[in-house]
């Protein structure tokens, strides 16, 4: 592993902040999503009155990051992946930015750097503001490309010598998967597949437009600043050694790598035309897009990893999946265990998605998520023994190590998910833990919200100390 490998954490405003209306933040779309992003859906944009929405308290960490942040120096990180919620600077995602929430920011990026933290900052981690969504549609509507530009250069105009490496959306191949969070596009079910495809896609094109932008603004104005994409590394596996199967396998890798490949070449890849065709969809390109799209290469591919697949997602093309399948897949790999929450475990899948990527494109690779969700017990002794979360993180890290020092891997870092326990994004339960620091909330929002130190944090410190040397 490098001398200066990047260790860190990582978390995302809308899922540990809290704080969802207050200093004049606006509404987002995670803000209206009771049940979590693979749940089941509320019927209209907007909070209902009889419902609890555990992201309105998150892991409360708007009033309490100063003490948060001194835990994380005292588990030894050296960066901190932290998204900035759009919707607390624009609050309706048009006029004015919100001076409070500039302001937070500034008061959390200071007290990183009190202690030599450096941010890593994602400007859009499924969340945007709401209006956007009921007045535009979400980013569908290329109106969301000069706002989201907007946003993008206001916080890095403000924050650039605080913060040196910037990701432009979370998980952007996901805009297909759970287009909601990651695009801001509702649907009402009456869409046919190949009107919401189309919605998807043109969003993404978009996100492609606004996200390159991004890179060339900064490449032009503060060259010592890094921006990376980022995706989601689910990556699969054939089904068998038929040809068929690996010709699958290859059509489901690309659901991902259409994006790192536009992103890192800065154009479409070839089979773009032909992956477009068959879901229907037919790009509305305007002038200038595709050259901003050129200018627009990233500087390193940021991508989270939690499970892997079987190629294909949908084998007997079943006219109906719940999120949870198309993100999962419905074919089971026989071979692996899954978590409480059936996630396949395979971090021999983490050391062959970093090959992959970088056998692509060769740019450093931030692993920016990878953690075990589960849930953890509370001793009477005021202590949580998560020896399952460390043995997870470890047969990881050590495919880490593998791909970094045998296969020749440029990882620039790895911020496990999610350091402090938060709510969890697919199925809104904060008894969903990814800490290595346990927070003392249930699905309810009861608690007093204390942290506590797992057993994993002591483990976490000692694998930073030494660089992960004694794994
Ligand atoms: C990643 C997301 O896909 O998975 C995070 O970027 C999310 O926001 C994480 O929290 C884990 O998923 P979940 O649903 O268990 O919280």
């Not at 956007?132 to 916080?155: D, H, M, P, Q």
């Not at 959306?169 to 189309?198: R, V």
Request: hydrophobic share 35%; proline share 4%; charged share 25%.
């Amino acid at each position: 592993m490098l001398e200066n490998f990047l260790w860190g954490i990582a978390t995302a405003a809308n899922q540990l902040e809290g704080a969802w209306n207050e200093d004049g933040k606006g509404p987002s779309t995670a803000d209206i999503l009771y049940d979590g992003t693979a749940g089941e859906y509320p019927k209209e944009l907007k909070v209902y009155p009889d419902k609890y929405y555990s992201y309105h308290l998150g892991s409360d960490f708007y009033h309490r990051y100063k003490q948060d942040i001194q835990l994380f120096n005292e588990m030894g990180i050296k960066c901190y992946r932290m998204s900035i919620a759009w919707s607390r600077i624009f609050p309706t995602g048009e006029g004015e930015p919100n001076k409070k929430g500039i302001e937070f920011y500034n008061n959390v990026f200071k007290e990183l750097k009190k202690y030599n933290i450096i941010p890593i900052v994602t400007l859009s981690h499924y969340e945007m503001p709401l209006e956007l969504v009921k007045k535009y549609g979400g980013w569908k509507n290329r109106k969301l490309i000069s706002l989201y530009e907007k946003y993008a250069k206001t916080v890095i105009d403000k924050f650039h010598d605080l913060v040196p490496y910037w990701i432009t959306f979370n998980e952007m191949n996901f805009i297909s998967t759970i287009p909601f969070c990651a695009g801001g596009l509702w649907f009402d079910n009456n869409e046919s597949e190949a009107d919401k495809n189309k919605a998807m896609f043109q969003g993404a094109h978009h996100q492609f437009v606004a996200g390159a932008w991004v890179v060339d603004y900064v490449h032009n104005n503060y060259p010592e600043l890094k921006v990376g994409c980022m995706v989601c590394g689910t990556f699969s596996y054939a089904n068998s050694c038929k040809p068929q199967d690996a010709w699958d396998q290859i059509n489901c890798d690309r659901e991902t790598f259409y994006y790192t490949d536009t992103f890192v070449r800065g154009h479409y890849p070839k089979y773009a035309k032909s992956f477009l065709r068959e879901k229907g969809v037919t790009l509305k390109i305007e002038e200038g897009d595709l050259e901003q799209i050129s200018k627009g290469k990233v500087d390193f591919i940021a991508m989270s990893y939690y499970f892997t697949r079987v190629a294909p997602i949908n084998p007997n093309n079943d006219a109906y999946l719940t999120n949870n399948e198309r993100m999962l897949g419905k074919i089971k790999n026989p071979y692996l265990k899954v978590s409480q929450w059936g996630w396949v475990i395979d971090p021999v899948g983490l050391r062959i998605a970093l090959n992959k990527l970088y056998d692509r494109y060769e740019l450093p690779i931030l692993i920016a998520e990878n953690g075990l969700g589960a849930h953890d017990t509370l001793t009477a002794d005021g202590k949580i023994h998560d020896d399952y979360r460390k043995e997870f993180l470890e047969a990881h890290i050590k495919e880490v190590k593998k791909a970094s020092d045998i296969d020749g891997v440029d990882v620039l870092g790895y911020t496990s998910w999610s350091g402090i326990d938060l709510v969890s994004a697919t199925s809104a339960q904060i008894s969903k833990r990814y800490g290595q620091i346990y927070v003392d909330y249930d699905d309810d929002g009861h608690g007093t919200g204390n942290r506590i130190k797992k057993d994993s944090f002591y483990w976490y410190k000692r694998i930073i100390e030494s660089n992960a040397s004694e794994i």
